[in-house]
């Protein structure tokens, strides 16, 4: 059933830097939102993000199961570490919201089947923050697919490996949010190489992790750490076997001493290559009129469905959900298909433990 309401009133549970830099002002920026809560453990985070962008009336807590009892919510947003997301998810469905999760969806295949069942009972909507879909090259290169320019789709590159940019803060070095460096950047390129291939069943992983620059922080954009802080992979790669027989290579890392840092999926089908770049590049590859060519799409040029004032992905994110609540449609990023990305990470978690090729079902 369509659902009339004007205002949908939202509550942000998580206040760290991706709810300063992302969420919130991607909320602010709808017409159709209205931040009536903030939560966390450290409260006085949430009234620091209260005042700083001007939330007076938004009721502040330090614990969650209280604003889910307490605020007037329609949707809550998660913004956690990642091993609450389940359990903070299922208690917000629970209470009558719709959710929008941080990414991953969860640390393993069995808490986001917990999360869409709750979501299925509940009746309420559920996705997850992978945003990088809504960018312009994102939606273009999808196109291209979908249109079949690319031919059969047979291998393809998730990037996600930068020089020198470990993330310190937090407890993303401890390994109190379920890992390094595959369970923060690894997803996001893992999730669109999914997408734009439309391929969501893995056969097998076969990966390995590293710790071998993690006691070298000189050179860190962010600045160094302590010696022994430093617990968790930087680095891990992996070769993912589709059930169509599709290679998927993943490659990830906060430091390496690899300076193509800028590329992000790469597909190769049987008519045509191309490569997305984080600088909003789009690259195609191919054979035309019995010639090799390369070409280069401005993104920039109007007229094109794809580039018409173009939206920020942290806004279109929040826009998109709104607009699946109110027309009582499926989410442009499905919980199932953010099930799959966490399905894939959690075996080559348990690949590289083990040394072995990990099988799924």
Not at 60 to 69: E, I, N, P, Q, R
Not at 99 to 115: F, H, N, S, W
Not at 225 to 240: C, L, N, R
Not at 248 to 253: F, K, P, T
Request: hydrophobic share 40%.
């Amino acid at each position: 059933m369509k659902d009339n309401k004007t205002i949908y009133k939202v509550g942000l549970i998580g206040c760290g830097w991706i709810a300063e830099d992302k969420h919130i002002p991607g909320l602010i920026a709808n017409k159709d939102v209205e931040i009536t809560a903030l939560c966390d453990l450290d409260v006085e985070k949430a009234k620091k993000l209260a005042g700083l962008f001007g939330l007076e009336k938004a009721q502040v807590y330090s614990d969650y199961k209280k604003l889910l009892t307490e605020a007037d919510t329609d949707i809550i947003l998660i913004a956690t570490p990642n091993p609450l997301h389940c359990e903070m998810t299922v208690a917000a469905l629970g209470a009558g919201n719709h959710v929008l999760c941080e990414k991953p969806m969860a640390t393993t295949k069995a808490e986001c089947e917990e999360m869409i069942a709750a979501a299925k009972a509940s009746d309420r909507k559920l996705t997850v923050g992978y945003q990088w879909r809504y960018r312009p090259e994102a939606l273009y290169i999808k196109e291209m697919c979908e249109k079949g320019e690319l031919g059969e789709i047979y291998y393809a590159k998730a990037h996600a490996a930068r020089y020198r940019a470990v993330p310190k803060w937090g407890e993303y070095l401890s390994g109190k949010n379920g890992g390094g460096v595959l369970i923060d950047g690894a997803p996001h390129a893992l999730d669109l190489t999914l997408w734009t291939m439309n391929n969501y069943e893995p056969a097998s992983v076969k990966a390995h992790t590293y710790h071998k620059m993690a006691q070298k922080p000189e050179g860190n954009i962010w600045g160094g750490w302590a010696e022994d802080e430093f617990k968790v992979e930087d680095s891990g790669f992996a070769i993912i076997t589709m059930k169509n027989g599709a290679t998927v290579y993943l490659e990830a890392a906060w430091l390496i001493n690899m300076l193509s840092g800028d590329m992000k999926t790469t597909l190769c089908g049987t008519e045509a290559g191309v490569d997305m770049f984080n600088d909003g590049g789009v690259r195609i590859n191919g054979i035309a009129h019995g010639k090799p060519y390369v070409s280069e799409p401005d993104m920039s040029i109007p007229g094109a469905p794809f580039a018409i004032r173009p939206v920020a992905p942290m806004y279109r994110e929040t826009q998109e959900f709104i607009k699946a609540i109110r027309d009582d449609e499926e989410p442009f990023i499905k919980p199932e298909e953010a099930m799959v990305v966490t399905q894939i990470i959690e075996g080559i978690y348990e690949s590289a433990r083990s040394g072995k090729e990990v099988f799924f079902e």
